[in-house]
């Protein structure tokens, strides 16, 4: 775990995916920094090794019997889902950002069953919003949520969220610890790990 944590920040380092300044998250919250993992799949060799730890994540917390499919959160977690729904030899779901309102009116795509246990990939979780949206809509369905994967917690309130709607996070690496890291490795410096650490503190 250890080295799957170093080799991860390593990578965000190395293409430039972690950025300072003033964002807007997906959540609606403002923050002083943001990591960019939707440029991970434009690295081909970055994208692999990513989803080599997501792989070894999986195996680590769940085992490959632990759930039946596999279902990525739009729009980010979708290209990890895939790679890793194709290695592990998982039929792959996506969610949609909005239902359909033509055709079969789905918000889910790919097929489910009742009963399928259904893993949520996602690249990072910051109040959960999205995670939960997916989960009621593979609920609705009929599929079975119970476990959600992401590299990265930001620690902003979202794995408590999810378990209030009966979801275990697995996750690589937390906000706090990436700093810590990435400041080892020389990636960052003084003030943009106390920035960073300032942000979670906060919340």
């Known amino acids: 775990m250890e080295e799957m944590k170093t080799e991860l ?15 807007k998250l997906t959540s609606g919250r403002t923050s ?4 960019d993992l939707r440029i991970v799949p434009s690295f081909p060799d ?26 990525g959160i739009p729009t980010a977690g979708i290209p990890f889902a895939s790679l890793m729904a194709y290695q ?8 949609r950002q909005r239902t359909r309102l033509h055709g079969r009116e789905r918000g889910v795509e790919g097929i489910i069953m009742p009963g399928d246990r259904v893993l949520l990939v996602d690249d990072l979780i910051t109040t959960g919003g999205s ?17 959600a ?23 690589l690496l937390t906000a706090g610890e990436a700093a810590k890291r990435l400041y ?18 906060k919340k």
């Open 9 to 23: 920040c390593r990578v965000l380092h190395k293409i430039g995916a972690l950025k300072f300044g003033v964002f």
């Open 32 to 35: 002083p920094y943001y990591i």
């Open 46 to 71: 970055a994208f692999n090794r990513v989803c080599d730890v997501y792989v070894k994540l999986i195996k680590k917390e769940l085992g490959e019997e632990g759930f039946d499919r596999i279902a």
């Open 149 to 171: 994967l992401v590299l990265l917690d930001r620690e902003e309130g979202g794995k408590q969220r999810l378990a209030e709607d009966n979801i275990s996070l697995h996750y």
């Open 131 to 147: 995670l939960r949206k997916a989960a009621r809509a593979i609920r609705a369905e009929g599929g079975v949520v119970n476990n």
């Open 88 to 95: 592990l030899r998982k039929p792959f779901l996506y969610i």
């Open 184 to 201: 080892e490795v020389g990636a960052i410096d003084d003030e943009q790990l106390r920035t960073i650490l300032k942000q979670v503190k």
